[in-house]
């Protein structure tokens, strides 16, 4: 008897699979966010936080010690304890002057504890669920990944940001108005007769006599294009431009001197592999490259130099502050058309005033999208509350939601009756025990086959999903659709997920009626032959939204109605004594499936053309075909066995 039937599957795992999303959008987005509104500059944040990605990809090796100590019960949860309890030590060392190294090293707890709890869940998944079950509600828990992840990107997000624009000096808002109309000069502006507009508009409080932002002017209006006639002079002034407003903030101290512009140069000859073998590769390289173009690239098309334009703006206080007081503004995106954008890679738009330079002027820079064919508008926020506030904030959020599902998930999690410690596992032995799980992997029947199932059946989808947003924001002349980057938000962000969340809600539901066995090859012809919406796309450039909407959401469907049969044959081949650890090992192929493709998916498509490299995706179609024909599953797998009925 399966303990388990008695517990309904919609009381733990929508919690479950939203706990286990959670903690990882905390670790790589939001402590991103957060370190940048804290004044961390570009290459910290990069450097530090881009290590904690680790415990994901070496969380294969440690898996066999969940599986041999104690059960996924108690993983899961003790793990849940653990993040609850790293959550409330990072909200409580926001406010301290070391917070960086401080909460850096909570963070890699919570990465370590976070990637342990998805091989526990995962795990857990398998034991409490029959054949069946797991079949239909493996669309249910992707589902409730994701919409943690839109949680933490989005929701946590908003309530920092609210807090920052309650709390400080009143918010200060520029707009930016955008028309083929305008026409406007690369220039630094002053502080004008416009600054009293702006002034009025700021001090519509209920202190107009204290402290706020001055603008130079609060609503500017920029071209879509430069105004210009030669595309290199353009480029040049727009770089001149960007250089003055960097050049300008320092001077006025609002960024630090050691803070230069990033780019991205060639390798210095002394960068370069030494000697004899460094040029040997070097030269193999460029005439691989040469030979792939030549054989395979498109026939070149004539290009005009297109840029996009840029304009700024200029802010102060009004007043002094106090002698040792600071006051920071953070700008960021409001509302509007995203294809205006605020420069904040090559500078930060994060600004500190003090009684020094409260009166000198802090420049933003904005691009504007060329590709505009009409007006549009976009208004950007500046906050000035406080920010470890709000940061606290989400944190002991955070920290109060894993309390809460520690607890929830000590009575609603079931108790599978194969989910127990080894009864041959001792101190002594736990070690071989170790090795033991491993070689049982690459031991079982199809090992071999079954690794090249989990490296090549996205073949073609890692390869794409690479290339979708440059294809969209590439202008028509260099083979893409030439949308703006509002658009592709639309059509990417919210289209593609709702295709790709349907795909695998609807795929999962139908492989428990029919079983892996009857819908893996129907799921592979999906993710291979929508990939021809692309095709089409990049033949046609038809970029009307309509049609673009419309090729993503069906390519982005196929893909999740297919991506049910991979995950449900990552559950078929883990079966038996080991597996959790079995699982966390199928994932480590399946990251490295997703991995090599993609590196190689930018360098081929930039040497053969878009319409080439998409016919290639396709032709990539037949490696997940063939794999499937030699995968071998039980017709049972999945479908709804006599005792569940």
Not at 605 to 633: E, N, P, S
Request: hydrophobic share 45%.
């Amino acid at each position: 008897m399966n303990p388990t039937r008695q517990r309904n599957p919609w009381a733990w795992i929508p919690t479950l699979y939203f706990a286990e999303g959670l903690p990882y959008v905390a670790v790589m987005t939001i402590s991103v966010i957060m370190y940048k509104r804290l004044g961390i500059s570009n290459t910290d944040i990069a450097l530090y936080t881009g290590w904690l990605y680790l415990p994901w990809v070496i969380k294969p090796f440690w898996s066999p010690f969940v599986d041999l100590v104690r059960t996924k019960r108690w993983w899961t949860i003790s793990m849940q304890w653990i993040i609850a309890i790293a959550f409330a030590c990072i909200a409580f060392a926001l406010p301290t002057p070391f917070f960086f190294r401080l909460t850096l090293a909570v963070f890699w707890l919570v990465a370590f504890s976070s990637a342990t709890h998805d091989i526990a869940a995962d795990g857990f998944y398998m034991h409490a669920l029959t054949e069946h079950q797991q079949s239909l509600y493996v669309g249910i828990r992707s589902t409730f990944y994701r919409v943690a992840t839109v949680a933490g990107q989005g929701l946590l997000v908003i309530v920092a940001g609210l807090i920052e624009t309650g709390t400080g000096l009143q918010p200060a808002e520029i707009t930016v108005e955008a028309s083929p109309q305008y026409a406007n000069a690369l220039t630094l502006p002053t502080f004008g007769t416009q600054a009293g507009s702006a002034k009025a508009q700021a001090a519509d409080g209920d202190d107009a006599d204290g402290s706020y932002f001055v603008f130079t002017s609060p609503l500017i209006k920029a071209g879509t294009s430069v105004n210009m006639a030669s595309g290199a002079d353009a480029s040049a002034s727009i770089a001149a431009l960007t250089d003055s407003v960097r050049e300008a903030n320092i001077a006025n101290g609002f960024i630090a001197k050691t803070y230069t512009a990033s780019g991205v140069s060639t390798p210095s000859a002394e960068n370069k592999p030494g000697g004899w073998l460094g040029s040997l590769f070097d030269g193999l390289g460029t005439r691989f490259t040469a030979w792939v173009r030549d054989t395979f690239g498109e026939t070149p098309r004539h290009t005009v130099a297109s840029i996009d334009n840029a304009i700024v703006a200029g802010v102060r206080l009004n007043k002094q502050p106090a002698e040792g007081e600071t006051v920071v503004l953070n700008f960021t995106f409001k509302d509007g058309d995203q294809s205006i954008s605020l420069e904040q890679n090559k500078f930060p738009a994060r600004f500190e005033f003090t009684s020094a330079n409260w009166d000198k002027p802090a420049y933003l820079l904005f691009h504007i999208d060329h590709k505009l064919k009409s007006g549009t508008k976009a208004t950007f926020i500046g906050t000035s509350g406080n920010i470890p506030l709000a940061w606290l904030v989400v944190f002991a959020v955070l920290s109060a939601f894993f309390l809460f599902c520690a607890i929830y998930h000590s009575f609603a999690l079931p108790r599978p009756a194969s989910d127990h410690t080894p009864a041959n596992v001792t101190a002594r032995n736990i070690l071989s025990e170790f090795f033991a799980t491993f070689k049982s992997f690459f031991y079982k029947k199809q090992a071999g086959v079954a690794i090249l199932f989990m490296l090549l059946y996205r073949l073609p989808e890692a390869q794409l999903v690479k290339l979708i947003n440059p294809f969209l924001l590439d202008p028509i002349d260099k083979g893409g659709l030439g949308l703006t980057t509002g658009q592709v938000g639309l059509v990417y962000g919210t289209v593609g997920i709702i295709g790709l969340t349907l795909g695998g809600i609807i795929g999962g539901i139908i492989a428990a009626k029919g079983g892996l066995k009857k819908w893996l090859m129907p799921m592979a012809w999906s993710m291979s032959l929508t990939c021809l919406t692309f095709v089409y796309l990049s033949y046609f450039q038809d970029h009307s939204l309509l049609t673009v909407n419309l090729c993503v959401f069906i390519e982005q469907f196929g893909y999740g109605f297919g991506f049910t049969a991979y995950m449900l044959y990552l559950i078929y081949f883990s079966e038996g004594e080991h597996k959790t650890s079995h699982y966390a090992i199928c994932t480590g192929f399946m990251a490295l499936g997703m991995m090599l493709p993609g590196m190689a998916a930018g360098w081929l498509q930039d040497t053969i053309g878009y319409r080439h490299f998409f016919v290639w995706t396709m032709i990539c179609c037949i490696a997940t075909i063939l794999v499937c024909t030699f995968i071998k599953v039980d017709p049972a797998f999945g479908k709804k066995g006599q005792s569940e009925e």
